[in-house]
């Protein structure tokens, strides 16, 4: 008779994922595929880490991430910029990369426009903002706040897609047409992207406009009021009817 084999432990599970994330892992890396896979999603496989096994796997990342120089925006970064909010977090906001005040402060979202994503989720999700996840597909600044290259992207997503699974959120929201072409690998424009549910990495994706091109045409901001009422619909669903806040 064939013995069931032992599963291992939430604490050998994240010995070996540490082990990996460690200092020395070879940069850069090749991203895990983009597909939906309702066998393997992120919250399955990581499901069993508590909050502080996920500060230990965050701290491991940003480790790895203040000593990369794996694209040339390591040499204008005045500091790497990991992310905002809580590891337990339901809801995981991916932008673009930095601009000058998260550079200075090290933080994702800070200047007007994550003033007005802090509004968003404040007042349209109705949940503390450090409740939330926030982070950027680049950990360092482009000069000038220009677009992220594509080589520049290929670098640096593999440190988001380890955010994502170590989160393990419930949903994603993509703000912003640089994120929203990462995961759905496509050019199509922001307006056929919006007002659907995608799947990537297992996970719902909910796209949205950029709070800085909010900032530009506020006209817009009713698009994205839509946008975080469907995301709330698609998040009490797999909640059981349970937990969504939106009006
Ligand atoms: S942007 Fe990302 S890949 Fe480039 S140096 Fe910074 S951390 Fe490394």
Not at 44 to 73: H, M, T, W, Y
Not at 158 to 166: A, D, M, W, Y
Not at 175 to 180: E, I, K, N, Q, Y
Request: glycine share 6%; proline share 10%; charged share 25%.
């Amino acid at each position: 008779m064939t013995r069931p084999r032992k599963e291992p432990s939430p604490q050998e599970r994240l010995k070996n994922w540490l082990s990996i994330l460690g200092p020395d892992a070879l940069i850069p890396h090749t991203p895990p595929p983009l597909t939906a896979s309702p066998m393997a999603s992120t919250r399955d496989v990581l499901q069993p880490f508590s909050k502080k096994n996920k500060e230990q796997i965050l701290q491991a990342i940003s480790e790895r991430v203040k000593k990369c120089r794996a694209c040339g925006l390591y040499a204008s970064r005045k500091q790497v910029v990991l992310s905002d909010g809580s590891p337990d977090a339901d809801i995981f906001f991916i932008g673009e990369a930095p601009g000058a005040q998260e550079d200075h402060q090290g933080i994702p979202f800070v200047g007007p426009a994550g003033q007005l994503l802090t509004r968003i989720i404040e007042q349209g999700i109705k949940i503390p903002r450090n409740e939330t996840f926030i982070a950027n597909i680049l950990k360092c600044r482009p000069p000038g706040n220009r677009r992220p290259l594509p080589e520049e992207i290929q670098s640096c997503s593999p440190f988001l897609l380890e955010q994502i699974r170590c989160v393990s959120p419930k949903i994603l929201i993509a703000l912003g047409a640089t994120a929203a072409r990462f995961f759905l690998k496509t050019q199509a424009p922001m307006r056929s992207l919006r007002g659907r549910v995608h799947q990537v990495l297992g996970l719902p994706l909910i796209v949205t406009w950029h709070p800085s091109y909010l900032l530009r045409r506020p006209e817009a901001k009713v698009e994205t009021w839509r946008d975080i009422q469907l995301a709330m619909k698609v998040l009490e669903k797999r909640n059981g009817n349970k937990g969504a806040r939106a009006e």
